[in-house]
């Protein structure tokens, strides 16, 4: 069988699990959906239009106020600049963020895709429910880190890759859910882009630093 490459690290892949189409590496830890097989961009912005979160909208809100509480509150001294990556159709968890006086800008390649970025700008990006839909997330996340400050936190949620049976895991049925992190390939994530990774909290939280 040919397999693709690791769409994280580069390294060699096999198949993951009893699923078709998805490879695993053994030198991150990283799992994907083969590439030539993801979802075309129009039908992955008719996804994102009509996804409801899953939990309605309190729900939703509940889940941003959890990932404000673990992630964002005990990392940063004092609102400042910061920049919410993948902020969908409706950007609220930049609403929330702004209210606590933090001045946000938006990114999304979808709906806010402007990316005029000015370096070293940030003192945190968040990304909840984001990096598990990036083809490239190296280089993605290289541009998290460049417009950081350094000593800049980089929030995210994401689910970590399970013990249970990666062919029944209710995330991956996510027709643009293709990339799927162990806490090593988001080691590896950091350690390349000139971050630590400072937090994990299962089952889905990460906190990079940028060095400096
Ligand atoms: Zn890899």
């Excluded at 060699?12 to 053994?26: D, I, K, M, T, V």
């Excluded at 083969?34 to 009509?50: A, F």
């Excluded at 969908?88 to 963020?97: C, E, R, S």
Aim: glycine share 8%.
């Amino acid at each position: 069988m040919n397999c693709p490459k690791c769409a994280l690290c580069g390294g060699e892949a096999a198949p993951y699990s009893s699923a078709p189409h998805y490879f695993g590496c053994e030198n991150c830890g990283f799992v994907f959906l083969d590439r030539t097989k993801v979802v075309s961009r129009p039908d992955e912005k008719e996804r994102y239009l009509k996804h409801t979160n899953g939990q309605g909208e309190a729900g939703y809100a509940k889940m941003l106020e959890e990932f404000i509480k673990i992630c964002v509150t005990p990392f940063t001294h004092a609102p400042g600049p910061a920049l919410d990556y993948g902020s969908g159709p409706k950007p609220v968890l930049a609403g929330i963020l702004e209210k606590r006086g933090y001045k946000v800008d938006i990114y999304d390649p979808f709906f806010a895709p402007a990316t005029n970025f000015d370096p070293e700008k940030y003192g945190i990006v968040t990304a909840v429910e984001v990096i598990e839909h990036m083809k490239c997330p190296l280089s993605d996340i290289r541009i998290i880190a460049d417009i950081l400050k350094p000593g800049g936190i980089f929030a995210g949620r994401t689910m970590f890759l399970a013990k249970e049976d990666f062919a029944l895991w209710w995330y991956r049925f996510d027709i643009t859910h293709i990339s799927f992190y162990s806490r090593e390939s988001l080691s590896y994530i950091a350690l390349e882009t000139g971050m630590k990774a400072i937090l994990f909290k299962e089952p889905c939280f990460f906190v990079m630093k940028k060095n400096g």
